[in-house]
């Protein structure tokens, strides 16, 4: 089983940025993906970012390609969600999640992780 702990959201303002951090421990394999997703109230959890442990392949929503940066650093443990530019619809509780596999369509989807972190809240004020 694969334990999981977000930190580092918090206030900021439109064009600031934001370093997330996910904490994971347990069993991880070289096939294991790490994915960040967000929350916002009253919405469905949807995809943001992903990448793979063993190789360190990523994936980006759309709505985050070129302003977000996911890394994973396996010495430490930990996958790492570099956001920039932030506006106020990247407000949410973001999510990590783990799965297995290849980076595919079915990344993307919530239902594909076996395992989550709690969140943290993230707020960007206009």
């Known amino acids: 089983q694969v334990q999981l702990v977000e930190s580092g959201g918090g206030l900021v303002q439109t064009g600031d940025s934001l370093r997330l951090s996910c904490a994971v421990s347990?069993?991880?394999?070289?096939?294991?993906?790490l994915g960040w997703f967000r929350q916002a109230p009253g919405k469905e959890r949807v995809f943001v970012s992903a990448v793979t442990w063993g190789g360190g392949d990523t994936m980006y929503s759309d709505s985050v390609k070129g302003r977000f940066t996911i890394s994973r650093d396996i010495a430490n443990s930990t996958v790492d969600l570099q956001m920039n530019s932030l506006k106020p619809e990247d407000t949410a509780v973001y999510y990590c999640g783990v799965t297995t596999g290849r980076l595919n369509i079915a990344t993307r989807a919530p239902k594909a992780y076996y395992s989550w972190g709690r969140g943290t809240q993230v707020t960007v004020s206009s």
């Open positions: 347990g069993r991880t394999h070289v096939t294991s993906v």
